[in-house]
Structures are given as structure tokens and as C-alpha cells.
DNA sequence: CTAGTCTATGAAAGCGCTTGCATCAAAATT
DNA sequence: AATTTTGATGCAAGCGCTTTCATAGACTAG
């Protein structure tokens, strides 16, 4: 009568489940799934059977279901900042690379550095079953820890090391990478110094960074009036235009400092733009060492971080956290100053 | 007696499930999974009761558990082929956040340029209960698409669009807009080509972009032998490499035309390097438009992509598919040349 | 030849949720 | 006051899988 009520009528209605496989080859539900996770254990006749009829279905086991009665994911998830610059591509890739040797899946969230975000990324991930969690940097509203804890969800902090907190991470010390680089510039003869970051606010990585510009300032005896900061958030834009407000003041730096690569790349474009050469008339300075970093000119002197091994090693380390094994301690990586084309002496 | 066999006693065992939520809230289970998906339809007394226990508890709702029941997931997944370099970035975070403004989710996975590999990820993706795929270009196994039509997962193809296919698409016509580009080059007097691509073998956005060229040199009477291919990989590194090998040949190009931006970039890079004036001695072209091409100097000419529009769309049009609109044809995107330094008339 | 081992398989319970249907009390309608 | 409507809730059946336990047949050993 109603033509309308019958929907598509033109196939089959319903996905193929494994109800559906076992019945095309035979079996019963079981043989099929021990096919898929342990296909030693049965027959290699039924074995093919079976997976003819897998085939003939276009059968993929549901991923829901198949979580909830195994109770295992094989699944781990990352927050990170931002995905749309390229500062966390290479860690991040090679973290999902070492993942999978492990057998392990990868899902990655990104939080756009905004805390409420990246809370609803987090509890999204473990909906999803994610049995272990990456997370970039200390800083966050420490009920989210608590709430962790309390699923018992392994967490491994990562971009950082901070020897003052306790928490699983792997990472640098970013006073320690910043008070370095710092420390040259210095020696460099650079009095005045501008620092463009990212917000300090919920970004201890930013802020560690900043405190290590201020310390190796302390300990060359120079005032922090010297110092100026700009913070601004990540874009090649941004930098641009916190250059453009530095030299605008009384006080004109002799270098800049980017909280990070694409900071600092967009002061240098603009410092060019404004006639300045460099690094005769200003020094710029990076952080990361991106591919971005090299491709610039004059290429960028930056603070080089391992980023692959970082990656790599947090894999291991969430791992080894997952199957239950203590990592109380936490794991350092060192940088180093890749010192390219924007840093020189201090014009005098 | 053996107190290894107890495992950690020192709390909880299990996570908490709606059915313990609703136990401590004195409810039934079905109000607690109201009181989550249609929060009106209960008694504001009784709601505010089960979201207290729901904070006590650390309560989140188990997604598989959820999408198995519900027979819904609200997800879509993506497949790029690479997230180290940003070439998808922009076009993707403006996917995902519209996406976001239907109430879908995002899972994005990479192939690392691999049909395996994608294969692999779009079966996990379906798996996880993605409702919709985006998917890069059309090139791929047919018995993928025979797979996703008979789970009646709707498919839309973007970064590309091409008459003559007749699957959902959104994107640019690839042949037209290098042969677009190409017409201008030879209007400034180049006779010699050079094109640095990615591998034409799975990859039709490549080939039409190569097929553009050939195209426009056709119309121009120039002969086929006037154009030198180089296929790589997508790296900076192999983009300089591949410059090379073209300029130790024989027959210079008096311009090198990048597959993209980041092949283009280390052409440019190379070109510098090797002290070639640009573009007076050699011009160099991009294809993408991301933030890289406007970072060297001089400035990279390259095609503009529309990204961000690009993935809004994407996502609409993919959102529609789910709910079971007809989009049975495609949409095209505008390229347009971005004219910067590193184009100019050819040397003579 | 019988008891004991294996090996391959099946039956069925249960994982954590949603939802149709039933229920019941209170409000609205007559 | 009797009846109907409405609103809030509970019951219980699944959703598609894995896994424990049981079973039956095929071997091995004594």
C-alpha cells in the first residue's frame, strides 16, 4: 500500500555480524572469532571456510563489541595542541609508528590549546576505549588527573620534564633547553631581549621556557626590564605582528625569541619586511627545530628536540605503563642549539 | 596464602557502568541513559541526582557499548595520506570543525601514501563505527569501493574532482588547474619543463596534475620531449634532490614546476643553493598554497587551493550523504594562480 | 583393549548500553 | 467524580562480540 514505508529495499538490509559468517561456513560464533584471534587453534579446513565466507560478506568484526567482550582495546590516545602547524607532526608520528609495532592503535584528538577542549577530547578517547593516554605538557585542571586516576587510565606526560613534578614523562627540561640557548645570546653581547609566546597560561611548557630566558638573565646580572614578552598565540601571523609591537617600543631589543618555530619565522618575515638585516641589525631564535626552521632565510637558529626519538620512546614507555609495569620515574631527553643563519653578534 | 594472586587491592576493580550510576542514584538504568541522551524527558529531581552520582562515580559512558546498542555512532573517519607535512592540515581542521557543528566526530587516519595501508585504516575506521568516510582522491582499489557500497558507507572523494568520475566528490578540477598554470608559464616564454612529482602510480591528483601540463604544452605546440618528469617522495629533502638531477641533465628547464608546495619549496631551496638567481635564471612553481609557500624567500607562485572551504564543505555534503540525501554529483572548487616571486619570464 | 590426552568445536553467558513497551501516579478534561 | 491524557520511570530484550566450560572424537600409552 505505502511504497514509502519500505526503506531501500534494493539490498540486503543489515550489516553482515559474525552471527552471519558462522552460518554462511557452518560453524558457530566461536570457531569464527577464534579464526580472527587465534586462527592456530582451529581446523585450517574450517579456517578457510570461514574466512571464504568473511570474504563473500564483506565482513569487518565490530570494533564496540568486540572491546566490550574482550575487554582490550589495543588502543592508546593522544591530545595534542594544535594539528594545523606542524609542531607536534613528527613526535606524533613516530609515537603512532612505534604504537604499531606494539600492536597498538592510535587516536589523536586535538585540543586547538583550549583546557575545555582538550577535557572533552580526553574523556572522548577513553569512550573510545583508549587504554592508555598521551598528553602534551603538565599544566591542566588537576580533576582531569584525578578522574584518571580513578579509571586507573596510565597517563604519560610528554613535550616536557620538569624535575619537580612526579608524573610519568618524557621529555626536556625547558627552563633548562631555554636558559641555555639564553645563555649564548648573552655571550653574544644581546643586553635587550623580546620573548614572543604562546599564552602563559595553562602552558607550563611556555612559561618553562620563560623562566629559563629569566634565569640565565639573573645570572648575567641583567635587569628584567631588559626582558620583554609578548604573548600572542601560534601563527606565522601572530609573530609577525609581536615583532612589529617589540620594535615598536622605546626599549628595541637587539634579539627576539620565539616560544616557538612558527613564532619565530614570523618575526623574522616581518623583521625582513621591515628592513632589518639580519642578524646584523637583530638576531632571531627559534624552538623545535621544524622543517619549517631550515627552509627560511637566513635558516633559523633553533633549539633542536628530538622529536622522533621523544616519539618513539613515549611509545614504549605508555606501553609498558599499560601492561602494568612501574615507570615512576621520568625520562629526560637533551637538546641542543642548532645554530643556523639568525643568531649573531650583538650589533653594538 | 598467596598474595600475589590478589591484584592491586588498593581500590576499585572495575570502572563504574551506567548500571552502577544508576544504583547509586536509585534509578533504573533506562532513566540513567535518558538522563545522558535526552536529558528533557526526565524529572529535573531525579537528573540532578544521577549526574552527582555520575561525578562521584568518574562515569563515562562506554562508546562501543553505546554505538552497539544505539545502532548510531555520530562519527565519520578520514584517510590522508600524510600528516607530517600540512598539506591536509588546513582543509582537515575545517572538516572536523564543521563537523563538529552537526554533532559528528572526527577520526582521522594516515596511509602514508600506501594503498595498503589506507586500506588498512579504512577498515579500522569502519570498524570503529564510522558512518561516513572522507577519503583523498580517487585512485584506489575498486574492491574497496565494492567493499563500502556493500556496507553502504558513503564515500565522498575531495582534493580532487574530475568530470569524467562519477562517485560524490568535492574538490578542483587538478588537470585544469595545472594546465591553467602551465598556459601562463609558457605565456613568459619557457620552452624547457621541468615537473617534480610525487609517484604517478595511485595517485590521479598527481597524474592529472602531470596530464595538465602536457596538456597545455600540446596546445602550445611544444614537444613532448621539452618536459622532464622527476618522480619522489613528498619531502623537502626530495625536492631539492630531484632539482638537482634535472638541472645535471642535458636540457636545462628554464622552469621547474613543484607536484606541491613542499616538493617546490626544496627545489627552491636547491636552486638558491646552487646560485641560481630567481626566478632570472630559473622559475620554480608550488601546488597547494600552504603556509610554507609564502615563508621562503622569494615567496613561492603556486596554485591557491580553497581549503578550508574545501573540508566545510566536505563535511556538509558528507553529513547529508549519512542522513540519505542524494548527492549523486560532484562539486568544483576554483584554483586560482597565486602570483609571488618565484615565477617570472624565462631567462634568454 | 581400556584409560588417559589432545584437539576441534559448540553452547551460552555476559560485556555496557538504548529503547519499545508497560506501569503508575498526577494533571487535565469531561 | 469518572475518565482520559500526560509525564516519569522501570523492565527486559537485544546490539555483536569473546571466552569459559563442556563435549565428542581421534590418538597415545600402558
Known sequence: ?????????????????????????????????????????????????????????????????????????????????????????????????????????????????????????????????????????????????????????PVLVTWAFDPSESRPAIGFNNVEAMSNLTKRIIELGHRQIGFITASLQNNDRARNRFKGIQEAMKKADLPEKNLQLVQTSYSIENGSKAFEKIMGGKQRPTVVIGGNDVLAVGALRKAIEMGFRIPDDVSVTGFDDIELAQVVDPPLTTVHVPHRRMGTRAAQILVALINGEKFENSEKLQTTIQFRGTLGQAPQ
Open 1 to 153: 500500500m505505502n511504497p514509502n514505508k519500505k526503506k531501500s529495499n534494493n539490498s540486503l538490509e543489515k550489516l553482515a555480524t559474525l552471527a552471519d559468517v558462522a552460518e554462511q561456513a557452518q560453524v558457530s560464533t566461536a570457531t569464527v572469532s577464534r579464526c580472527l584471534n587465534s586462527p592456530e587453534r582451529v581446523d585450517p579446513n574450517t579456517r578457510e571456510r570461514v574466512f571464504k565466507a568473511i570474504d563473500a560478506l564483506s565482513y569487518t568484526p565490530n570494533f564496540g563489541a568486540r572491546a566490550m567482550a574482550a575487554r582490550r582495546t589495543q588502543t592508546v590516545g593522544a591530545v595534542i595542541p594544535t594539528i594545523e602547524n606542524s609542531i607536534f607532526a613528527r613526535g606524533i608520528q613516530a609515537f603512532q609508528e612505534e604504537l604499531s609495532n606494539h600492536g597498538f592503535t592510535l587516536l589523536v584528538a586535538s585540543s586547538s590549546y583550549k583546557p575545555a577542549r582538550e577535557e572533552e577530547e580526553i574523556k572522548n578517547l577513553i569512550a573510545r576505549g583508549a587504554e592508555g593516554l598521551l598528553l602534551i605538557g603538565y599544566d591542566r585542571n588537576p580533576v582531569i588527573y584525578e578522574f584518571l586516576r580513578n579509571r586507573k587510565i
